[in-house]
């Protein structure tokens, strides 16, 4: 048995697949098989992937119609071999030594699946930023060294990284969990992620970012093409993993809000053509939440902000509508919080003015004496 497999859905990324390829071939770990699916892509990755076949027989190339990440990932994952699992993201680049390290943890813990740091990489800006939510220091500070699971971490659940190649998973552990992609839509990830969170007992964190994200502007999750209306989808399915475990009374009052925010999050980023694709399937799942038991008592539950865009979306007759309202309730905001600083700036003069500190009134008594 091979200590890790290395699975990697591929389509369209001819531009980028050589630097990914080099970075899992080259791994200090060597003992891995390397199973690439390449998606119904249409440039020359799959030249490259057969270039790089011919020069190494730990890969395994499978070509398929295009079916999207998950069908191509699942593929994958079904294929696998190896004790560990990897899933690896044909356009990024994972460090040399990430899964030596990650399975040496994985071992010396007998861990379910390790969680481990990323780094954002901006093409455009050729800049690298190690942002938080990929991180995660809040969750390393908090776990160290320890092994834990998701009832040791219940403040995290939504502050971790739910990306598939942060972590690496040992491979029995995934297939009697059943964890799959839901197929046919992107944002998969998320779903995948909280089967996997549910079912773990043996979660370990390696404090160390082993893995390069590369964000471009035809990336799939960067595109804002109609598929973004994916994530209204994705947001049912997440509540449902919760529903399933039995954890959806604990945690829906955050599940409602998420969705609230998720959802309109991404049609402000979805291109204009689509907005009104968007809207329309937003609206529809919307006014079905008011007869969902599911969501009975939601709106209580809402933060102000979150029932404003429920409540727009739902009285607006067009997608139109809809942004001027957005457009009217953004303005009041605004207004109120000048109003409110105001306000702080009138009565911080005041306490200056009436002030008995010599340091604070000198320079007024000198500005009256002048006069």
């Given at each position: 048995?091979?200590?890790?497999?290395?699975?990697?859905?591929?389509?369209?990324?001819?531009?980028?697949?050589?630097?990914?390829?080099?970075?899992?071939?080259?791994?200090?770990?060597?003992?891995?098989?390397?199973?690439?699916?390449?998606?119904?892509?249409?440039?020359?990755?799959?030249?490259?992937?057969?270039?790089?076949?011919?020069?190494?027989?730990?890969?395994?190339?499978?070509?398929?119609?295009?079916?999207?990440?998950?069908?191509?990932?699942?593929?994958?994952?079904?294929?696998?071999?190896?004790?560990?699992?990897?899933?690896?993201?044909?356009?990024?680049?994972?460090?040399?030594?990430?899964?030596?390290?990650?399975?040496?943890?994985?071992?010396?813990?007998?861990?379910?699946?390790?969680?481990?740091?990323?780094?954002?990489?901006?093409?455009?800006?050729?800049?690298?930023?190690?942002?938080?939510?990929?991180?995660?220091?809040?969750?390393?500070?908090?776990?160290?060294?320890?092994?834990?699971?998701?009832?040791?971490?219940?403040?995290?659940?939504?502050?971790?990284?739910?990306?598939?190649?942060?972590?690496?998973?040992?491979?029995?552990?995934?297939?009697?969990?059943?964890?799959?992609?839901?197929?046919?839509?992107?944002?998969?990830?998320?779903?995948?992620?909280?089967?996997?969170?549910?079912?773990?007992?043996?979660?370990?964190?390696?404090?160390?970012?082993?893995?390069?994200?590369?964000?471009?502007s035809s990336s799939s999750t960067t595109a804002g093409d109609k598929r973004f209306a994916d994530t209204i989808e994705i947001n049912n399915l997440?509540?449902?993993?919760?529903?399933?475990?039995?954890?959806?009374?604990?945690?829906?009052?955050?599940?409602?809000?998420?969705?609230?925010?998720?959802?309109?999050?991404?049609?402000?980023?979805?291109?204009?053509?689509?907005?009104?694709?968007?809207?329309?399937?937003?609206?529809?799942?919307?006014?079905?939440?008011?007869?969902?038991?599911?969501?009975?008592?939601?709106?209580?539950?809402?933060?102000?902000?979150?029932?404003?865009?429920?409540?727009?979306?739902?009285?607006?007759?067009?997608?139109?509508e809809f942004m001027l309202m957005m457009e009217i309730f953004h303005l009041n905001n605004r207004i109120n919080n000048l109003n409110s600083e105001?306000?702080?700036?009138?009565?911080?003069?005041?306490?200056?003015?009436?002030?008995?500190?010599?340091?604070?009134?000198?320079?007024?008594?000198?500005?009256?004496?002048?006069?």
């Amino acid at each position: 048995m091979v200590k890790v497999s290395v699975v990697i859905p591929v389509y369209n990324v001819e531009d980028f697949l050589g630097e990914c390829l080099d970075s899992i071939v080259n791994q200090t770990l060597e003992d891995i098989e390397i199973i690439c699916v390449n998606d119904g892509s249409k440039d020359n990755s799959l030249n490259i992937l057969n270039e790089y076949a011919s020069k190494d027989n730990r890969f395994t190339i499978i070509s398929q119609e295009n079916g999207g990440h998950a069908a191509a990932t699942n593929k994958g994952m079904s294929l696998a071999k190896g004790k560990y699992l990897f899933l690896m993201d044909s356009d990024d680049v994972l460090d040399v030594t990430a899964l030596e390290k990650t399975y040496n943890l994985a071992e010396e813990k007998n861990a379910d699946f390790v969680i481990f740091q990323a780094i954002n990489y901006y093409m455009d800006k050729d800049e690298y930023v190690k942002a938080e939510n990929y991180s995660m220091n809040g969750l390393a500070d908090y776990v160290g060294d320890n092994v834990f699971n998701y009832k040791d971490i219940k403040d995290f659940i939504f502050k971790i990284a739910v990306t598939p190649w942060s972590k690496l998973y040992n491979n029995e552990f995934i297939k009697k969990a059943g964890a799959k992609f839901p197929e046919g839509l992107i944002f998969d990830d998320n779903v995948f992620f909280y089967e996997v969170l549910f079912n773990a007992k043996r979660i370990a964190f390696y404090r160390e970012h082993l893995f390069k994200r590369r964000w471009y502007s035809s990336s799939s999750t960067t595109a804002g093409d109609k598929r973004f209306a994916d994530t209204i989808e994705i947001n049912n399915l997440i509540i449902n993993v919760f529903i399933k475990y039995g954890l959806f009374d604990e945690f829906k009052d955050v599940l409602f809000n998420r969705k609230i925010k998720i959802v309109y999050m991404r049609f402000t980023k979805v291109k204009c053509e689509f907005k009104s694709y968007f809207y329309d399937k937003m609206k529809e799942d919307f006014e079905s939440m008011l007869t969902d038991d599911i969501y009975d008592g939601f709106l209580d539950c809402l933060s102000f902000r979150n029932k404003s865009i429920f409540e727009n979306v739902i009285s607006s007759s067009s997608c139109k509508e809809f942004m001027l309202m957005m457009e009217i309730f953004h303005l009041n905001n605004r207004i109120n919080n000048l109003n409110s600083e105001n306000i702080y700036l009138k009565q911080l003069n005041k306490e200056l003015l009436s002030s008995n500190s010599w340091k604070i009134t000198k320079p007024l008594r000198k500005i009256r004496n002048l006069k």
